[in-house]
């Protein structure tokens, strides 16, 4: 499912890649998605600020839940469906009840737009994340037994706050398969793993952690004693059974830096290779995919894979007259294409292409550039020929003269440019020395 700025959302087959249908319901963009177990509803949140609940199957909507106040920024389901829950700009988190249609609690605590949140496979953490410096981590209701430091209807309660690497703001927050391993993506260059540690494991830090602290109150009172101080003796914690706080189940294992701005992030959903925690995948805006392993140490770099595909915007299309060739132009390149087969056959660094031509034979292009120059660039070995200052501004257009019967004859080319001027050229071969 993908839902757009209109606030449609489209359903697709993964196999065809055919749009299956089209749902209309919120009145701004769609800002949220997510399928519950079953795959068979769909909630969404919009910048409508209202969530929507619908029926995949049956292609129609189901209930509407109105309670946030600005937009809903994402959204999870709990108990095998039957709960959602929801995360706003307005910094409130909301726990709905779907059989009754109404909200079970409301959880504050962030001091700013929560931007993201996911949990666990076994339901067992809730992990939400703001502009906040740290990342709030709630425990989720396991029964209606679970003790009586629950409220009735409560479904989260706060665990701890675990202190975040970076300034930015929190973009996406995703656990792993089984929950092991948590990524924390932030709007810029970085991303913070997290290890869960077991029961066991959690366990055996916070002894260590109450034994530096015994440590460290012991030699403070063993220099006030010296000094002729006193101090009080701090509340006594056994240290067979001691209480297990947030950052003794949440290790901070590695913050990954990219040369680029992260864009999204995705844990593998399939099986880790040997010794491996699980895969994690990486997309840049740089149009770069990298993919990482994640061991119970550290984060490595598997690969990178390189997309074809131009680093900005698009500005121009041109077929050959054999159509067996695609030039297109961007910010600082001109690419080459078998159309056939969606090949990128090479490039050829440029200057802000804005518009382009094939010149008759095939064997040259003609760019007109956002600086108003143009540039010839020899199609089969992928150099840049030529650069002529040909305008004063943009190079806005280039037509090939036709002849009189409509087809194009190897006379010359016109451009039009931003500066006002239209001008006409006439092909001459120039034979260039080799000094």
Known sequence: ASGHADGSIRLWDTESGACEATLHGHRSAASALRFAPSGAVLASGSKDCDVILWD???QAGLFRLRGHRDQVTDLLFLDSGKKLVTCSKDKFIRVWDLDTQHCLQIVGGHHSEIWSM???????????????????????????????????????????????????????????????????????????????????????????RLHRKKEKASAKAAAAEGNGSVIDPSPAQDSQNPTVVVTDVFKLLQVLRTSKKICSVAFSPSNPPKGCLATLSLSLNNNVL???????????????????????????????????????????????????????????????????????????GLIGTKTGTLEIIDINSGNSIDVIEAHAGSIRSIVLIPDEDGTVNARGFVTGSADHDVKFWEYQLVQKSDS
């Open 290 to 364: 990298e993919t990482y392993s994640v061991d119970n140490e550290k984060v490595s770099k598997m690969y990178s894979v390189e997309i074809h595909g131009h680093r900005s915007d698009i500005r121009s299309l041109a077929l050959n007259s054999e159509d067996n060739l695609l030039m297109s132009t961007s910010h600082n390149a001109v690419k080459i294409w078998n159309p056939s087969t969606g090949d990128c056959l090479r490039t050829v660094d440029s200057g802000y292409g804005l518009c382009s031509a094939f010149v008759p034979g095939n064997r040259y």
């Open 56 to 58: 995949v199957v049956a």
């Open 118 to 208: 996911d949990v666990d496979p076994s339901e067992k953490f809730l992990v939400s994340g703001s502009a906040d410096p740290e990342l709030r981590v709630f425990r989720i209701r396991q029964s209606a037994e679970e003790g009586e430091d629950w409220n009735k209807w409560d479904a989260l309660k706060l665990f701890g706050e675990i202190p975040r690497q970076s300034k930015e703001r929190i973009q996406t927050i995703r656990f792993n398969k089984d929950g092991s391993l948590v990524a924390c993506q932030v709007a810029g260059k970085t991303a913070d793993i997290y290890r869960i540690l077991d029961e066991t494991e959690a366990t055996r830090k916070a002894k260590r």
